[in-house]
Antibody
Framework: EVQLLESGGGLVQPGGSLRLSCAAS????????MTWVRQAPGKGLEWVSVISGSGDITYYADSVKGRFTISRDNSKNTLYLQMNSLRAEDTAVYYC?????????????WGQGTLVTVSS | SYVLTQPPSFSVAPGKTARITCGGNNIGSKSVHWYQQKPGQAPVLVIYYDSDRPSGIPERFSGSNSGNTATLIISRVEAGDEADYYC???????????FGGGTKLTVL
């Protein structure tokens, strides 16, 4: 059974940093691209970033490019999102999702999300 | 950047058919995925590659994609289908994932 468990969310001040993790199990982690999607309170889904199975291909939404870094440790079956220079508008539930195969395919399994609140 | 347009809301009576649209420039040339999200829960993939259905998703869910409109079709709607539905595509010109704004389906 595929399982994705996000962690690392919490309250952070504007300008601060946070690192999210997504622990994966139930599939061959290194064979699949992974993505982060966020959802601000009461709003729709917003794609954040995607990374290939090997980690050599990454893409970012314009709203986070230069501030967020996606990475993965295939030996630990874990996906990461390093978030720097956080802003109030980054407040959201952050979901990790397994892609069906490559970075251009959809997300077939999603975690339950971790809440990030950026506030002073 | 590529934009996907969905109606904010759609209402349907139980047992009827719901057709939720997702508009985009020449979206028929792209692969569209659809997600269902119930309150307080993570999204669930219900249709991928325009019209394929993941295992465990009822046959009542289907999809089509042509021209400038993709459509999620839910037949014999049930109360449990009440949720937000999002369409998604990969935009090759920007190497970005794009979501539609979401449609809140209300079962009357």
């Amino acid at each position: 059974e595929v399982q994705l468990l996000e962690s690392g969310g919490g309250l952070v001040q504007p300008g601060g940093s946070l690192r999210l993790s997504c622990a994966a199990s139930g599939f061959t982690f290194s064979s699949y691209a992974m993505t982060w999607v966020r959802q601000a309170p009461g709003k729709g889904l917003e794609w954040v970033s995607v990374i290939s199975g090997s980690g050599d291909i990454t893409y970012y939404a314009d709203s986070v490019k230069g501030r967020f870094t996606i990475s993965r440790d295939n030996s630990k079956n874990t996906l990461y999102l390093q978030m720097n220079s956080l802003r109030a508008e980054d407040t959201a539930v952050y979901y990790c999702a397994k892609q069906m195969t490559t970075v251009t395919t959809g997300g077939d399994y999603w975690g339950q999300g971790t809440l990030v609140t950026v506030s002073s | 950047s590529y934009v996907l347009t969905q109606p904010p809301s759609f209402s349907v009576a139980p047992g009827k058919t719901a057709r939720i649209t997702c508009g985009g420039n020449n979206i028929g040339s792209k692969s569209v995925h659809w997600y269902q999200q119930k309150p307080g829960q993570a999204p669930v993939l219900v249709i991928y590659y325009d019209s394929d259905r993941p295992s465990g998703i009822p046959e009542r869910f289907s999809g089509s994609n042509s021209g400038n409109t993709a459509t999620l079709i839910i037949s014999r709607v049930e109360a449990g289908d009440e949720a937000d539905y999002y369409c998604q595509v990969w935009d090759r010109s920007s190497d970005h994932w794009v979501f539609g704004g979401g449609t809140k389906l209300t079962v009357l």
